[in-house]
């Protein structure tokens, strides 16, 4: 709709002034109000997609995220701008300047239109921390396997398996302990349940 309006005004000639006087008021109300939908929408989906909002300049994902909101604000300002021109008409200059922020307007959103292009192309943070993580260890004869799914912050389903060589360690009983010295937490303990033989769950540990 921009570019048309804009190569509209380009076409318009003498008439520039009338067209603009009919055509942008209701334009500019229009786009102010569907621009700032799609950036609600756009930054709260992109926000989603964030493991905390220490990523937004920590992974590329986040810087694009970021610029893709300065730009969308951007072009509500010039909208806002393009008004306040409106308000002039048919003063002399005033087609000028809107068609020049018009200008402006069109090479911003396009500028969005790139950066949403390269988001979707962006395996986004969650996505990429999403998955089990796996850590092993080995205990004089026993071998200990631990996976936490799905791996990051929030609620795990950890199983704990434990063997000798190719066979299942039996044991009368499997605590779970974590610690994280780094960040001053827990420890934290996890009651475990036997599913099978060699093999125990954690349900919901943080």
């Known amino acids: 709709g921009l570019a048309f309006l804009v190569v509209g005004l380009w076409g318009a000639g003498a008439d520039r002034a009338g067209v603009a006087t009919q055509v942008m008021p209701r334009f500019s109300r229009t786009a102010t109000f569907a621009v700032g939908g799609v950036l609600?929408?756009?930054?709260?989906?992109?926000?989603f997609e964030l493991d905390g909002l220490t990523n937004l300049w920590t992974t590329r994902y986040g810087a694009l995220l970021l610029f893709k909101i300065a730009l969308a604000l951007s072009v509500i300002a010039l909208g806002f701008i393009t008004r306040r021109a409106l308000m002039g008409l048919p003063a002399a200059g005033?087609?000028?300047?809107?068609?020049?922020?018009?200008g402006w307007e069109l090479g911003v959103a396009a500028g969005?239109?790139?950066?949403?292009?390269?988001?979707?192309?962006?395996?986004?943070?969650?996505?990429?921390?999403?998955?089990?993580?796996?850590?092993?260890?080995?205990?004089?004869?026993?071998d200990v396997r631990i996976v936490a799914d799905p791996g990051r912050a929030g609620p795990n389903t950890v199983h704990v398996y434990l063997s000798r060589g190719d066979r299942s360690a039996t044991?009368?009983?499997?605590?779970?302990?974590?610690?994280?010295?780094?960040?001053?937490?827990?420890?934290?303990?996890?009651?475990?349940?036997?599913?099978?033989?060699?093999?125990?769950?954690?349900?919901?540990?943080?």
Do not use: C, F, K, Y
Not at 121 to 134: E, I, K, L, M
Not at 173 to 201: F, K, M, Y
């Open 40 to 47: 609600l929408t756009g930054a709260l989906g992109g926000l």
């Open 94 to 102: 005033s087609v000028s300047r809107v068609r020049r922020t018009l």
């Open 112 to 142: 969005v239109m790139v950066l949403t292009t390269l988001l979707v192309a962006q395996p986004p943070p969650r996505a990429v921390a999403a998955g089990p993580v796996t850590a092993q260890a080995t205990v004089g004869d026993l």
């Open 171 to 206: 044991a009368d009983q499997v605590r779970l302990s974590a610690v994280n010295a780094d960040a001053d937490i827990g420890p934290i303990s996890a009651p475990t349940t036997r599913a099978e033989p060699g093999h125990w769950v954690a349900e919901s540990v943080p």
